[in-house]
């Protein structure tokens, strides 16, 4: 199991399957958990950090996370729906 998607599992433990079966089959997928995980850990630096640039930062991730949380989501439904139940 890729350590890289310990934020993903956090945030969506009730897809802990489906997110497990994914990475098994799919690498665009674990490099989509890889990113959000590595974008995650960005804005948690940039949250702390007092860098003139900080707040800006803050903003560019918090979208960054959610534009990749909801591509994870999109492509769960889409693995969801191919498979039988």
């Known amino acids: 199991m890729n350590d890289k998607i310990r934020c993903i599992l ?24 890889e990113d ?9 630096h940039w949250e702390w950090s007092k860098a003139p640039e900080a707040q800006t930062r803050v903003l560019e991730y918090r979208v960054l996370v959610e534009e990749l949380e909801e591509e994870i989501h999109q492509a769960l439904e889409a693995f969801n729906s191919r498979r039988p139940v």
């Open 10 to 33: 956090e945030r969506l433990p009730e897809k802990r399957h489906a997110i497990e079966l994914l990475m098994e089959k799919d690498p665009e997928f674990v490099a989509l958990c």
């Open 36 to 44: 959000y995980e590595d974008c995650v850990y960005a804005l948690r």
